[in-house]
């Protein structure tokens, strides 16, 4: 059953920006952790960014830190994933997670320890 829905993606030039949205498909549905990760053709899932939705305490990747922000809106029933200064090393389909857990420090950045997933959006990067 899908309970998280992304959009967003698209194809860029290195430099560009992008936001990328994940909505609960159910009003209802309040992942007490909800995260970003991104899977490049080859290579592992990774984690990308995550926040606990009622604090708004966030966590990012070494990788994407200082160019990538993760918020939610007043709401509360959307996440947001705002990319800035992208590169190609950034393409790869990106994923929304969620989790009725509230994930600590390390726990957050552990893409097992989610069990809501959307079905992904696709960010290209050219050069």
């Known amino acids: 059953q899908v309970q998280l829905v992304e959009s967003g993606g698209g194809l860029v030039q290195s430099g560009d920006s992008l936001r990328l949205s994940c909505a609960a498909a159910?009003?209802?549905?309040?992942?007490?952790?909800v995260a970003w990760f991104r899977q490049a053709p080859g290579k592992e899932r990774e984690f990308v960014a995550g926040?606990?939705?009622?604090?708004?305490?966030?966590k990012y990747a070494n990788s994407v830190k200082g160019r990538f922000t993760i918020s939610r809106d007043s709401a509360g029933n959307t996440v947001f994933l705002q990319m800035n200064s992208l590169t190609p090393e950034d393409t790869a389909v990106y994923y929304c997670?969620?989790?009725?857990?509230?994930?600590?420090?390390?726990?957050?950045?552990?893409?097992?320890?989610?069990?809501?997933w959307g079905q992904g959006t696709q960010v290209s990067v050219s050069s």
């Open positions: 926040m606990r939705w009622s604090s708004s305490s966030s």
């Open positions: 159910r009003p209802s549905f309040r992942p007490y952790t």
């Open positions: 997670a969620g989790s009725l857990e509230d994930l600590g420090d390390i726990s957050i950045t552990t893409a097992g320890r989610y069990f809501y």
